[in-house]
């Protein structure tokens, strides 16, 4: 990981501990105060424990042009990408897409490449609805490995930070509690629950967290969905298409609508707040993944409305390259954070 | 250009306090700051808490605070030196501020960690004292109060019984307008280092500000040339010992230093002048910024062994550390020779340690050393050493406004019709020496308050 960055946080980190105001307002501030030095590891603990709310940094007196100029939702934002970056696996992918929104775009072409030839090369041995364009089992052969492979991949991440910030052995209680946390977002309520500072200046509002609320909760109920239809196809031999009122029709419908909107939304928000506040050369990056993510919502929905017209064929080819894009950089792009944070959080309730 | 019912001059806690209070009873209000935006707020800014009587459980604070405890704790602290009916006043009207404050934005947290001590009689803001100003300054904006930043209040016009002008710069131009009433909230004088030096003495340019850089007592300077009556002694400011590596102004909490209990103090001719082990530090960190005020350059130099490191606040910076008492003595810039030998006397006039306890007066000292070390004295043995520099570190200063329980000012003629303070700049009134941990925000809540319902009902 990068020393100056780390040296930068640590000098930062350690004005906050003469400090202390902001201890009530999330989870990074009891971690901070309950140390006395600041190790490489207690300091990628801290980064990925931070939500960016930016509610230290508009309570703090000493910001710029202070001479002390902290800026901790900044530093941390950027060891926090430099630690997904340097736990990746494997490395020549690392710092690839997190800097570079374009080289998302440029895989969402090729990945959408991939699907097009797939349908023209392998095509379909006669199947109803998506199956007439390329069979489940081509299906299965190409979203298998796009879906492990990444999991093995921030499997390897994971354990990385986990020796890095000195992780101990994982007990339920310690996931119960950062599940808790991360269910609620606390951490973007701030400790008297009003929200985060994002969209206008010092003012609190709920409206980031309820964004990504609806991000991470459409996320959810699209992989229920598809998990869904796998148990129907595998378990219960009931094989697609589904009518609406089937699991992975509800949970699809309402994850599709929840992505969509969230992703738009955040993006809009983001538009609107102060980039100095964050990691600035991560932004293209970020708002390429939000797009990337959106766009997988809104592709399932349009394809959804649209499945019985002779559109089909195409918007699911643009549907399902979004998907394989999305899986195949999860370990290289801002997805990534959601495992990083929750590990963080399981790893916070270790301390107490 | 709007015609103002009350300009407001100033824009920390008490200014703002005022100007919602004045607001919300329907003037039209000008808040003056000096400052800049990311500056406003004074001294404000640097705070934490607010100290609250009450009767039972209120907000974040457990048990009860009675106005008498409050009253008694206060006068313990001030030496008796305290307006005990103004004293009275924010006290019992200290209670219902609080959820006042909450009404307008002000949220509140549990005592901060290394603080647990005041979670009976202080209620911390979460996020601290700019939390506070950033939420009354939206609260003012959605009241419709006018906030000028940068701009320099020079002259109130006092005539008779009245100020009949108030003149401020601002970006370069001179305006004057006549509000029908003034509200000073705009702090004491110590930024300005050459009043200071004029009131303490030479020493006073080595001094470090802990707070704003924008309280120079202009204002207030303007008053009292005009007869206005003042209130307490020009040469007492509330100083303390803080890190020496502290910026001139602005350093705030963080520059406190709290291992001098478990320290020798030496001046930079390695000898040591005072009883580190008087007492437990928050009763003793007051009179350390005067110690240290009487040394030679105004500096002192704290040394302490490996055994205490870990028995005080962390400080905003590292302490310097060396593996030998010589090589600290060089890296502190200290004649090492004398340092040791300090030292030296000193192990040699500690007894039994066994019974050393980092928290309460613990009776560990010195025998037959000048001056002695009556507490936690425990020889300085264990390297690494580590050595932190220590200077004067200016809070407030006591001369301000004297006011009435109106928060009115007055000449040696009378009452000034239109003319209200609160405050630091008032302070003095209420308190003549000493400090108690969150009296300046509830003296700021209280007669920002009286000031604002005052002024407005006065301009209505």
């Keep these: ?352 | 250009m709007t015609q103002y019912d009350i300009a407001v001059i100033g824009g920390g806690n008490a200014a703002l306090c005022a100007a919602m209070t004045a607001a919300e009873a329907g003037a039209r209000v000008l808040i003056l700051e000096t400052a800049p935006k990311p500056y406003r707020g004074g001294n404000s800014r640097h705070t934490r808490n607010f100290r609250c009587m009450h009767t039972g459980p209120l907000g974040p604070l457990v048990d009860a605070y009675s106005e008498e405890e409050y009253l008694a704790d206060l006068l313990k602290v001030t030496d008796g030196k305290t307006d005990q009916h103004l004293a009275r006043l924010a006290i019992s009207r200290s209670e219902e501020c609080l959820p006042w404050m909450q009404e307008r934005g002000v949220r509140f947290q549990p005592s901060l960690s290394g603080t647990l001590s005041l979670s009976r009689t202080n209620a911390f803001f979460m996020g601290g004292g700019k939390a506070l100003v950033n939420a009354y300054y939206r609260r003012a904006a959605a009241l419709g109060i006018d906030v000028l930043y940068e701009a320099h209040v020079t002259h109130l016009e006092l005539s008779g019984t009245r100020i009949e002008r108030v003149e401020y710069n601002h970006a370069g131009v001179t305006h004057r307008i006549t509000p029908k009433a003034v509200i000073v909230a705009s702090g004491g004088f110590q930024a300005d280092i050459d009043w200071l030096t004029r009131a303490w003495g030479p020493p006073a340019q080595n001094f470090l500000i802990r707070g704003t850089p924008y309280n120079r007592g202009v204002v207030l300077a303007d008053l009292l040339e005009q007869g206005v009556d003042s209130v307490g002694d020009p040469t007492q400011c509330h100083a303390v010992a803080i890190d020496g590596r502290a910026p001139k102004f602005d350093g705030g909490i963080v520059t406190r230093l709290d291992c001098v209990p478990f320290s020798i103090v030496v001046n930079k001719d390695g000898e040591r002048f005072y009883d580190e082990g008087e007492d437990v530090w928050p009763k003793r960190y007051a009179i350390w910024g005067r110690l240290i005020a009487a040394q030679p350059d105004q500096v002192g130099y704290v040394i302490i062994d490996a055994k205490s490191i870990e028995l005080f606040m962390p400080s905003v910076f590292p302490p310097l550390k060396a593996d030998t008492l010589k090589g600290l003595a060089e890296q502190m810039g200290l004649p090492a020779e004398q340092l040791c030998a300090t030292v030296d006397r000193f192990n040699a006039a500690c007894g039994d340690t066994s019974s050393f306890h980092p928290t309460e007066l613990d009776g560990v000292a010195t025998e037959g050393l000048t001056p002695p070390k009556t507490n936690w004295a425990r020889p300085i043995t264990e390297p690494p050493f580590y050595g932190y520099s220590l200077r004067t570190g200016v809070t407030f200063t006591y001369l301000g406004l004297k006011v009435d329980e109106h928060a009115q000012c007055s000449t040696s003629a009378g009452k000034i019709a239109n003319l209200w303070a609160a405050g630091e700049t008032m302070a003095g009134s209420i308190l003549g020496q000493g400090y108690l941990a969150g009296f300046g925000m509830t003296i700021g809540t209280v007669f920002g308050r009286i000031a604002g319902q005052e002024a407005a009902a006065y301009a209505n």
């Excluded at chain 1, 202390?20 to 207690?42: K, M, N």
């Excluded at chain 1, 364009?133 to 390897?156: D, E």
Aim: include cysteine; charged fraction near 15%.
């Design chain 1, 1 to 352: 990981m990068q020393t100056e960055l780390l040296q930068e946080a640590r000098r930062q980190a350690e004005i906050c501990n003469a400090c202390r105001y902001c201890e009530g307002y999330c989870s990074v501030f009891p971690a901070l105060h309950s140390a006395r030095a600041f190790s490489d590891g207690d300091l990628t603990q801290l980064a990925n424990l931070c939500h960016n709310c930016r509610g230290c940094y508009y309570a703090c007196q000493f910001t710029a042009p202070h001479e002390f100029d902290l800026n901790l939702p900044k530093v941390l934002a950027e060891i926090r990408r430099d630690s997904w970056e340097s736990f990746a696996w494997p490395q020549p992918l690392a710092r690839r897409f997190h800097t570079h929104g374009g080289m998302i775009a440029l895989a969402l072409v090729v990945g959408l490449a991939l699907i097009f030839w797939a349908i023209r090369a392998l095509g379909s041995a006669g199947g109803d609805g998506f199956y007439a364009v390329l069979s489940h089992n081509a299906m299965v052969a190409i979203f298998l490995p796009a879906f492990l492979l990444p999991l093995l991949s921030i499997g390897i991440g994971l354990r990385r930070y986990w020796r890095t910030v000195g992780g101990t052995r994982i007990r339920i209680r310690h996931v119960k509690a950062a599940l808790s946390k991360a269910a609620r977002m606390t951490d973007l309520a701030a400790g008297h629950g009003e929200g985060c500072n994002f969209e206008d200046e010092d003012r609190f509002t709920h409206a980031r967290r309820h964004m990504h609320q609806a991000i991470m909760y459409g996320f959810l109920l699209c992989f229920a969905a598809t998990s869904a239809g796998t148990i129907l196809h595998y378990v219960f031999d009931i094989p697609a298409p589904y009518p609406l009122w089937s699991l992975p029709k509800l949970f699809g419908v309402s994850g599709g609508v929840l992505l969509t909107l969230g992703c738009g939304g955040m993006v809009m928000m983001k538009r609107r707040s102060d980039q100095g506040l964050g990691d600035v050369s991560a932004w293209s990056g970020e708002i390429a993944f939000i797009l990337l993510l959106g766009f997988v919502g809104l592709s399932g929905l349009v394809l959804y409305a649209l499945g019985a017209t002779g559109l089909m064929p195409v918007l699911l080819a643009l549907h399902l390259g979004a998907v394989l894009t999305f899986f195949l950089l999860t370990p290289f792009t801002k997805m990534a954070h959601g495992f990083y944070r929750l590990a963080a959080l399981i790893r916070d309730a270790q301390r107490d």
